[in-house]
């Protein structure tokens, strides 16, 4: 069986001979559909579409000449093949102006038949295929020329002159749809009356602009209006006198309406057809996908602008790299500023020459950890000196790939300030500590001064003079004692370190307090962690900073109340209540590096005020009479000297905590 060839009609009053054709016509590949009579045949045409219709002329009632006429009226472009042994040179050329384009003299073979039905189909197929392509080519060059232009105003005005081109309109005009959806605005127009032009509002609810907005439908207008079925809705919008044809579409964004277009001519008997019609709808939809595009695209210049103003004005300095990050993309102004190259310079520059550590900050965004903070390091001026700044890193993805985004920011001035104020803070404290210092020595020394006098008196008894001796010693055992205690302070001696269980530790301080406890009515808890890991220290400094706290926390209580001990490893990510604590020594550091061991000595006593947490791990600051204000200061510094935190967290009338962090012995 050969391919599929097309469609045939064949109509033959001869059962005998529409059945040859029907057998020989399939057997070339084609779908055959046959018909007795005019009336059927053209019941045939109704129903489907043919390639080709092979009429017999001489038919009883309706010959084939009438059949002719009839498919002529309906305007049904099929060729046609006459089959007829009778027919004179007239009717043949009659039936050729009908639109026969083949003859076949009965009889006829089949062979014949099949060839001349190719022959005509195909010659169909190509003209239908040379007229798709004549009809697309203006098509596809009107939206070339639509789409290529990203100006507003000349999109509009190119709209205009293609339709008045297109359909030979002799008015045309482009309307858009108001953001209330109240009225439509004439954007661009052409042939218009004087009283109308660019900027005119037309509304909505009174003109036949507005009736195809809300309708969704085409509108076309002669002067024979009257025949249509809209007549009643649309009497007081017809045409202006001047006009004869008038034709409105409506401009289509999906489901959304932009707006309409409209064109009109004034010329007698020109009226628009049908075809212009479905031409200016065509029309309509290459303009609203021009027109979305060119909105798009302003909406992505506009935010595009935004950003790289952002970008160039920010006040800190802001550097976007390649994926692989040794290439400038764009730079602000603000970082020409820092770095003291150019714009230009830096675009050519390799990002490494100004910010040496760049590797090294590119490493923490790809390893995700960028957002957790800024990163100090230094930038290369163009001059060749280092700024300090704090630098963060993001990846920002573009399409398939990724790019960095290095924020610069300037903390040369801040360190400066922080330095001064640093300064500040050791001088004030070196003059809190000379005073204190003079005053805890100036008490003994006054002490020694008045017993060295009263022994130069010669006429003392011996006992006096053994009790001033006595004394005198005493006093001298406590500067020494005091001065051992600043010295320890400023230098704690940490010979002797060795790997330390600190749950020992804990058990051998509470074991000397124990008594004491008992007797104030203080309940003790211990949560000691069996399987804790040792500590390297000093084991007697140790104890002392267990027994400093430890007495603190007994001392603040001193109606009785619950001292808690805790020993544990710290968590992977840290302690969760960290930001609660203020550290010893002010300011922020970076946790210790896992693993770390925690002690923690709470009491419920009285607790200490907000203003005065800062202070306690001040030298000689003491809120007890006859403290000397060196225990706090000595933990810290105790603490310090083994590479460890200690934390404070206190509320008034709820107690006291304190933790201290260690690393755990290697």
């Known amino acids: 069986m050969s391919s599929w060839a097309g469609r045939v009609l064949v109509v033959d009053d001869d059962p005998q001979l529409r059945d040859l054709c029907r057998q020989t016509l399939a057997r070339a590949g084609f779908v055959v ?11 045939a045409l109704d129903q489907s579409s043919f390639d080709l219709i092979m009429v017999d002329l001489a038919m009883p009632e309706v010959n084939g000449l009438q059949l002719l006429e009839q498919i002529r009226l309906r305007d049904i472009s099929v060729p046609i093949l006459i089959a007829s042994g009778v027919a004179s040179v007239e009717q043949i050329a009659y039936a050729m102006r009908l639109g026969a384009r083949g003859l076949l003299i009965k009889p006829f073979r089949p062979h014949e038949l099949a060839e001349i039905a190719r022959e005509l189909v195909a010659k169909r197929q190509a003209v239908r295929v040379s007229d798709r392509v004549a009809a697309l080519r203006p098509v596809l060059q009107i939206s070339q020329h639509l789409l290529a232009d990203l100006d507003l105003a000349r999109l509009y005005a190119l709209i205009i002159e293609t339709v008045r081109v297109e359909i030979n309109a002799e008015r045309a005009s482009l309307m858009l749809l108001e953001p209330d959806e109240q009225a439509l ?18 509304p909505v609810a009174h003109s036949l602009s507005g009736w195809v907005i809300q309708h969704r439908q085409p509108l076309l207008i002669d002067t024979q209006v009257t025949t249509s079925p809209w007549f009643a809705e649309l009497h007081q919008h017809l045409l202006a006198p001047e006009l004869t044809t008038a034709l409105s579409v409506p401009i289509m964004a999906g489901e959304r309406a932009l707006g309409v277009l409209n064109a009109a001519k004034a010329t007698p008997h020109a009226a628009f057809t049908i075809a212009d ?45 390649d994926a692989t990050g040794t290439t400038v993309l764009d730079a602000n102004l603000a970082l020409a500023r820092l770095s003291g190259y150019s714009s230009e310079e830096l675009l050519a520059l390799d990002p490494r020459r100004f910010l040496p550590t760049l590797p090294q900050l590119l490493g923490t965004a790809v390893n995700g950890r960028s957002e957790q903070s800024e990163i100090e390091t230094m930038l290369c001026t163009a001059a060749g000196h280092e700024t300090a700044v704090a630098v963060s890193v993001s990846v ?22 922080a330095r001064e104020l640093a300064q500040a803070e050791k001088l004030a404290a070196i003059g809190r ?14 002490a020694l001064s008045n017993t060295v006098r009263l022994l130069r008196n010669h006429d003392l008894p011996p006992d006096r003079r053994d009790l001033y001796l006595t004394k005198a010693a005493a006093e001298l055992d406590s500067l020494i004692h005091r001065v051992q205690r600043i010295l320890d302070l400023s230098r704690p001696n940490l010979d002797g370190r060795r790997p330390v269980d600190l749950n020992q530790v804990v058990h051998d301080v509470i074991a000397t307090y124990r008594a004491t406890m008992m007797a104030r009515g203080i309940k003790y808890i211990g949560e000691l962690t069996s399987t804790l890991p040792w500590v390297t220290a000093v084991i007697g400094h140790l104890k002392q900073v267990c027994q400093t706290l430890v007495q603190n926390a007994i001392e603040a209580m001193p109606n009785g109340g619950t001292l808690r001990i805790r020993t544990y490893l710290r968590p992977p990510d840290g302690e969760p209540d960290r930001a609660l604590f203020w550290r010893a020594g002010g300011g922020t550091r970076q946790p210790l590096p896992d ?51 200690l934390l404070v967290h206190s509320q008034p009338d709820q107690g006291t905590t304190f933790r201290v962090v260690l690393p755990v012995s290697h």
């Not at 605005?185 to 009283?195: E, H, N, S």
């Open 185 to 202: 605005r004439i954007v661009a127009c052409t042939g218009l009356p004087d009283t109308v032009g660019i900027g005119t509002l037309v």
């Open 396 to 417: 920002v993805p573009d399409g398939d790939q990724r790019l960095f985004l290095v924020i610069a920011r300037d903390i040369s001035e801040r360190q400066r300030m």
């Open 433 to 446: 500590l000379s005073a204190s210092m003079a005053h805890e020595i100036n008490n003994p020394l006054q």
């Open 277 to 321: 019609q479905e031409l200016l709808q065509l029309l309509a939809g290459q303009a609203a996908v021009a027109l979305e595009n060119v909105r798009l695209y302003s909406k992505v210049s506009r935010s595009e602008a935004r950003y790289r103003a952002l970008l160039r004005h920010a006040s800190d300095a802001v550097l976007l790299l």
């Open 595 to 645: 693993p770390a061991v925690i002690l923690e000595i709470s009491d419920t006593g009285v607790g200490i005020a907000q203003e005065e947490v800062p202070k306690i791990f001040e030298p000689f600051y003491s809120t007890r009479f006859d403290g000397l204000g060196l225990g706090l200061p000595l933990c810290y510094s105790i603490i310090d000297f083994h590479g460890g935190d």
């Open 33 to 43: 559909t046959t018909a007795a009579n005019a009336p059927m045949a053209l019941e």
